[in-house]
């Protein structure tokens, strides 16, 4: 089994924790922030001036531009 050396693993280190390396459950993100706050008994309260929203454009059937 491959062992890396001892300067290789201080490298390792430094980097940015990934999923696979952290604890089970850890969970990452992506830098977006939260939409609520959590209550003291582990529920959760939206705050829907929090939550993004996406403005469609009104043209949108017109556009040539297909998937």
Do not use: W
């Not at 201080?10 to 609520?36: C, D, E, F, M, S």
């Amino acid at each position: 089994m491959f062992k890396p050396s001892a300067s290789l693993q201080r490298a390792i280190r430094r980097l940015a924790l990934t999923t696979k390396q952290g604890p089970k459950g850890y969970y990452k993100g992506n830098r977006t922030g939260t939409v609520g706050r959590h209550t003291k008994r582990g529920g959760f309260i939206v705050d829907y001036g929090r939550v993004r929203t996406y403005v469609v454009p009104k043209d949108l059937r017109e556009c040539q531009v297909r998937l």
